[in-house]
């Protein structure tokens, strides 16, 4: 059996467990496993299990995740979050879908401290969706929004996805993220004109909000005061270097916790429900990386994506459509892993394929560009179907909705991310523009 059809039988395996409703996590997993039985033996798995697990779950990176959620936590629970969101629909309250363009904003803000789609996406999610449902949105609308909004963590910078790039290719960090901040306007902006025209032209999916008096907008914006120092506290810090993002998340959970506290609103009951809700998701997402990792391993070790590259080589086609055929295969990926995972397995092998490409571009700037092109279609990856693991996610949050409404919902930021792509891809000066500014 060869390394095509091997990766293929655990793409089959993967897809028939969660026919049968088994968990995107452990389909993966039991995928995975199999794939490396196959093709290493039994003393070589377990050998990597006893290993891998720990490395994985060891990362000092990863423990942003938690902080962030435990935060978001303390929001809901101390009522913070109505708060935000009271404000978001007073200032939006004139444009129907109001709170949903708010979750994106936030999703935008909090995705500009951490960098990472599933934290973002986690986080706010906590936030949102309750509010969300309790201003009458319908929950496709609500999970859509969030899962796609979380997609901006890894989009506007500073991305972790972008430092991994930017170290597997020996590109400059600073070019990248300049690179990369058009192209996240563009993609927070083009959510916000999907949700408005969504909510217009499909009835019953958000309810519609009158403008308010100026009374009630200023008894908002005094109750949203406390999150916005909350998170100019955070914003500051990092960006000021007193602290990193992890330590951000850390100074973010207590601030939000004493902010909570001193508003009388959190009791040992609260403060209990919040850890473990905590917990909970950040267990489920764990699980979903566990699971991910074990199955880039097996595909790894079978040698697929090399077999890949290599026949994309031998078609003998345009290099724009050989870049299109990569960024097909990237899509096609991020609906079973993670990005971070995609980007370690794919880079090493795609990088010299596409820089040996005449794309009329210089070194420097057609590896940027590529960048930033990969960054685009992961996101995708990250909320299309069948699988999408952000959706996956905030299902596991809203279990009220069916994961059918859910990626119902997704579909017009879908044709928003492919549009985008379209013209980053037909127009590179939209991505170089400050990058060539810096020079």
Known sequence: MGPLTIAASLFVL????????????????????????????????????????????????????????????????????????????????????????????????????????????????????????????SGRLATATVAAGGTLGILIPPSVVLVVYAILTEQNIAKLFAAAFIPGLIAMLGYLVAIGLYVRLVPGQAPEHDAV????????????????????????????????????????????????LVRGELDRAKVMQAFYGTAEASAMIF????????????????QAPNQLAGAVSALSLPPMAVIVLILVFYVLLGCVMDELSMILLTVPIFFPLVMGLDLGLAPDEQAIWFGILILMVVEIGLIAPPVGLNVYVINGIDRQTPIGESY????????????????????PALSLTLVRAMN
């Not at 879908?414 to 127009?427: G, K, Q």
Request: proline share 3%; glycine share 12%; net charge positive.
């Open 408 to 427: 119902r919902g997704v579909v017009p930021f879908l044709i928003s991310d492919v549009i985008r792509t379209a013209l980053l891809l037909a127009f």
């Open 14 to 137: 993967m897809l028939a467990l969660m026919a049968v409703r088994i968990p995107i996590a452990v389909a993966m997993f039991v995928a995975g496993l199999a794939g490396y039985l196959a093709l290493a033996g039994w003393l070589p798995a377990m050998s990597h299990l006893k290993t891998y697990t720990y490395a994985r779950f060891s990362s000092y990176d990863l423990s942003v995740i938690p902080l962030f959620l435990l935060m978001g936590q303390f929001a809901t629970q101390g009522g913070l979050s109505r708060a935000l969101f009271r404000f978001g629909a007073t200032v939006l309250g004139r444009f129907r879908g109001g709170l949903a363009m708010a979750a994106v904003l936030a999703c935008a803000a909090f995705g500009s401290v951490c960098g990472s789609s599933v934290a973002t996406a986690a986080t706010i999610g906590s936030v949102a969706l309750p509010e969300m449902r309790r201003h009458g949105y």
């Open 213 to 260: 008096d100026r009374a009630a907008l200023w008894s908002s914006v005094a109750g949203v005061l406390p999150v916005l120092a909350i998170f100019l506290i955070v914003f500051g810090g990092i960006y000021g270097g007193v602290f990193t993002p992890t330590e951000g998340a850390a100074v973010g959970a207590a601030a939000t916790f004493l902010t909570a």
């Open 287 to 302: 699980m979903i990386f566990l699971g991910a990792d074990m199955l880039n391993s097996a595909l790894a070790l079978s």
